[in-house]
């Protein structure tokens, strides 16, 4: 699934290959949490704990308060 690049690329540590694809699915569904925290996990896995990987969190919870990964990701 498009909105969930991480877990399939996680084991082979392709990280860079994640935001790519998180990018994308954040594209495809704009208003998806799942794919916006999944953004927000691929930038930090490549070291990126800026204000924009913590914005996809914010970002996250709030197109969703109910979707508690994105808080736990904070």
Do not use: W
């Amino acid at each position: 699934m498009l909105s969930q690049p991480v877990a399939a690329l996680d084991l082979s540590q392709r990280y860079e290959e994640a935001v790519a694809l998180a990018e994308k699915a954040v594209a495809l569904r704009p208003n998806s949490a799942a794919a916006i925290d999944q953004l927000g996990v691929a930038r930090e896995r490549i070291g990126l704990l800026d204000d924009e990987t913590e914005s996809a969190y914010r970002k996250a919870v709030a197109t969703d308060p109910s979707f508690a990964p994105a808080y736990a990701h904070m």
